[in-house]
């Protein structure tokens, strides 16, 4: 019963979810002050990189365009991606009621345009999200019939392709995207990010690693970029150094757990394959700083080949500084 509650608040709100199409005309054109409403809404859910304060802005203007004009489908449709984001918890887990509730606000952006390419592309995002694959395929192939420039159309198609295992279609659909130089930053930015994924589940790391950078030029103020490049190159390609220069950056931007994971794991492994020397401590001691968990870095290893030499410091109890009055021991792993 509590999954189905964000979507009954939604139901209770003025705008109640409807499948029949309406017969009344479409959207009526916003007047230039709810105009700018409505894209300050969408300019805070496009920017949004995990800040609950930009999605309680965009809902609030969405509510009040909503509330004046109260057949603006766009709205409802922009009103289905907070509750996607505001619901979303982490990789494919949801609060409960937040899908059902973009569910109703797209089936009412629908009744009020049923023939929205845009609508039947983020319903193939939604219905992803939800397990319903079928019905993800069915609203993408719509919107694709019916046309469309939304850059999503073909994010949508390469996720559902990835999923069937269709790795050379999916990248296909992304290279579109990248290719069209869409002015979408976060469009863009999710088709590189799936290259980088096809280029590592390729083997071609100079590629992923071209990617990552590209990213980055597209987009320079978004830390994600710099972290996962960070982690890419510790992980993937070794490179100790660079990992904790793009990880300060990342963290210069923006402090967020995972950007401070990667760049105590960097500074770890640098402080592991060095001596005892003041850098080593120095370094020793901002990793604590940043994530004091070590023993769960090292565990790490197994997906982390660099971090290995981390694993073996931890077990054999290395120093994590000399001085003259002490010597700070990390504990043995348990």
Not at 104 to 126: M, N
Not at 172 to 182: C, F, H, I, N, P
Request: charged share 25%; aromatic share 10%; with cysteine.
């Amino acid at each position: 019963m509590k999954r189905f509650l964000v979507a009954a608040a939604f139901f209770a709100c003025p705008y109640v979810s409807a499948v029949a199409v309406e017969p009344s005309p479409l959207a009526p054109s916003l007047a230039p002050p709810y105009a700018a409403r409505f894209e300050r809404a969408v300019a805070q859910l496009d920017g949004y990189q995990g800040n609950g304060e930009a999605l309680e802005v965009a809902r609030m203007e969405l509510d009040e365009v909503l509330r004046v004009y109260s057949r603006h489908a766009p709205a409802y449709r922009e009103k289905a991606r907070y509750f996607i984001m505001r619901g979303h918890l982490h990789s494919m887990r949801f609060r409960p009621g937040f899908l059902e509730a973009a569910d109703a606000a797209l089936q009412k952006a629908l009744s009020i345009d049923p023939d929205s390419a845009e609508s039947f592309v983020l319903y193939g995002h939604l219905y992803k999200l939800m397990g319903r694959h079928q019905d993800a395929r069915a609203a993408l192939a719509k919107a694709e019939k019916l046309g469309t420039l939304d850059p999503w159309l073909q994010n949508n198609w390469a996720d559902l392709l990835d999923d069937e295992g269709k790795h050379e279609e999916a990248a296909l659909r992304y290279r579109r995207v990248v290719d069209s130089g869409t002015g979408n930053t976060k469009a863009m930015r999710a088709a590189l990010e799936g290259l980088i994924a096809y280029y590592l589940n390729t083997g071609n790391l100079d590629e992923a690693d071209a990617m990552h950078k590209k990213t980055i030029a597209y987009a320079p103020h978004v830390a994600w970029s710099y972290g996962n490049y960070a982690q890419f190159l510790l992980c993937r390609k070794g490179d100790v150094e660079g990992a904790i220069v793009r990880g300060r950056q990342a963290l210069d931007i923006m402090d967020y757990g995972v950007g401070r994971y990667w760049l105590a794991a960097a500074l770890y492994r640098r402080w592991a394959q060095g001596d005892a020397s003041e850098t080593g401590a120095s370094d020793y001691a901002e990793a604590r700083e940043l994530y004091p968990d070590l023993p769960s870095v090292a565990r790490n290893a197994g997906r982390c080949p660099a971090l290995a030499v981390v694993a073996e410091a931890l077990e054999r109890g290395k120093p994590a500084a000399h001085r003259a009055d002490t010597v700070d021991q990390v504990p043995p792993a348990s």
